[in-house]
């Protein structure tokens, strides 16, 4: 499985579900955190040292998956059961505050577990990472697309602060294209495990593992040439997480106002949840899958049989129709996020 996360959307199913291989959601508002249920994973033959590590990979990446499906399923729970307080609460002319607020802060709970529950499989956005690397995104003032690649020429000198990384010069302005400029950051900033990349509307920001992210944001700073940053002393970056799915702390029940603008943002991320369980489902799907072929097949025998499928498929007369089987996946990748992953070092 050459895909580090996944979110894919899907026609809305029921989320709170239990059945075999679906852990057991939260029933209600009241409910402790959900523990992820440990559905045993199917046990692979040892035949040699390459097909044994990458069974076991395939048992890590479908261990995270479940832990994942756990945790959505547990805090879909709450959700839905906080929801029903909040739709209650507005059908009467009094809205009892400190009820609802203790439904809020079992939701809050619940989210602030999300990194230990996932595994790391769950980022803050509620994207699946199959490989249960979950990355805290960020932008940084001052560091914009057209900032850095116009206007005079000026070298940058960034520290990170990061154990075992030293400062990491990077020389910006005209004549600098954009994928040449992600090249350059993506190499300076590799050691410290920061990485640029380019959102869906083609701005500049960053990624860190989410166990680094405090770290790097009290340390991470930058020397200038005096253009855009001044000389002398590092500069210590202002740092602005990307927001996050949920945001409970910031919900309110005081009235009827602040209580109706709540179950929006609850409908919201019931939604957000679906499309996170729909990712889930179909990367569990297909880990089972290449599980399955693993245990009936060495690990060179399916390679070969995966290059020899693909190629006949798009080396015969008829290939247009395996080309419209691949053109909708690719419908939604826009040329920014093809650039951040050209530019990975």
Same mark, same amino acid.
């Given at each position: 499985m050459?895909?580090s996360?996944l979110?894919l959307?899907?026609?809305?199913?029921?989320l709170?579900r239990t059945?075999a291989g679906?852990?057991a959601?939260?029933?209600? #508002?009241?409910? #402790?955190?959900?523990?992820?249920?440990?559905?045993?994973s199917?046990?692979?033959?040892? +035949?040699?040292?390459d097909?044994?590590?990458y069974?076991s990979q395939?048992n890590?990446?479908?261990?995270? #998956?479940?832990?994942a /499906?756990?945790?959505?399923?547990g805090?879909?729970g709450q *959700?839905e059961a906080?929801k029903?307080?909040?739709?209650?609460?507005?059908?009467?002319?009094?809205?009892d505050?400190?009820?609802l607020?203790?439904? @809020?802060?079992q939701?809050a709970?619940?989210?602030?577990?999300?990194?230990?529950?996932s595994? =790391?499989s769950?980022?803050?956005r509620?994207?699946f990472?199959?490989?249960?690397?979950?990355?805290?995104?960020?932008?940084?003032?001052?560091l914009?697309i057209?900032n850095?690649?116009?206007?005079?020429?000026?070298?940058?000198?960034?520290?990170?602060?990061?154990?075992?990384s030293?400062?990491?010069?990077?020389?910006? =302005?005209?004549?600098?294209s954009?994928?040449?400029?992600?090249?350059?950051?993506g190499? #300076?900033?590799?050691?410290s495990?920061?990485?640029?990349?380019l959102? &869906?509307q083609g701005?500049l920001?960053f990624s860190?593992?989410?166990?680094?992210?405090?770290?790097?944001?009290?340390?991470?700073?930058?020397?200038?040439?005096? @253009?855009?940053f001044p000389?002398?002393q590092?500069?210590h *970056?202002?740092?602005?997480?990307?927001?996050?799915? *949920?945001?409970?702390?910031?919900w309110?029940?005081?009235?009827h106002?602040?209580?109706? $603008?709540t179950?929006?943002?609850?409908?919201?991320?019931?939604? $957000?949840l679906? /499309?996170?369980r729909a990712?889930i489902s179909?990367?569990m799907?297909?880990?089972?899958?290449?599980?399955?072929?693993? +245990?009936?097949?060495s690990?060179?025998?399916?390679a070969?049989?995966?290059?020899?499928?693909?190629?006949?498929?798009?080396?015969?007369?008829?290939s247009?129709? =395996?080309l419209y &089987?691949?053109?909708?996946?690719?419908? =939604?990748?826009?040329?920014y996020?093809?650039?951040?992953?050209l530019a *990975?070092?």
């Open positions: 050459s895909r996360s979110h959307d899907s026609p809305r199913q029921p709170a059945g679906s852990p959601p939260a029933s209600n #508002a009241g409910a #402790a955190p959900a523990t992820p249920a440990r559905t045993p199917p046990s692979l033959p040892r +035949s040699g040292g097909h044994w590590r069974s395939l890590q990446q479908l261990t995270a #998956a479940q832990r /499906l756990g945790f959505v399923d805090l879909a *959700l906080l029903g307080e909040l739709s209650g609460q507005l059908t009467q002319r009094r809205v505050s400190a009820r607020a203790r439904g @809020i802060e939701v709970q619940q989210w602030s577990q999300r990194g230990a529950a595994g =790391g769950l980022d803050s509620l994207q990472r199959l490989a249960a690397d979950a990355r805290q995104t960020f932008t940084v003032r001052g914009e057209a850095l690649t116009q206007g005079a020429p000026e070298t940058l000198v960034f520290f990170s602060g990061e154990p075992g030293g400062p990491a010069a990077v020389k910006v =302005g005209e004549p600098l954009e994928s040449a400029l992600l090249a350059a950051l190499r #300076a900033l590799a050691p495990g920061i990485q640029p990349q959102d &869906e701005q920001q860190v593992a989410e166990t680094a992210w405090q770290g790097v944001r009290e340390r991470f700073s930058l020397r200038g040439g005096g @253009i855009r000389a002398g590092p500069q *970056l202002k740092l602005q997480p990307t927001e996050q799915a *949920l945001q409970p702390q910031q309110q029940s005081a009235d106002a602040g209580t109706r $603008q179950l929006q943002k609850v409908l919201r991320a019931l939604d $957000q679906q /499309l996170s990712a179909r990367a799907a297909e880990v089972r899958h290449a599980i399955a072929q693993l +245990s009936q097949m690990e060179q025998l399916w070969d049989g995966f290059v020899n499928d693909f190629n006949a498929r798009f080396n015969t007369p008829d247009e129709s =395996g &089987e691949v053109v909708p996946a690719l419908l =939604g990748v826009s040329r996020r093809v650039l951040s992953l *990975l070092p």
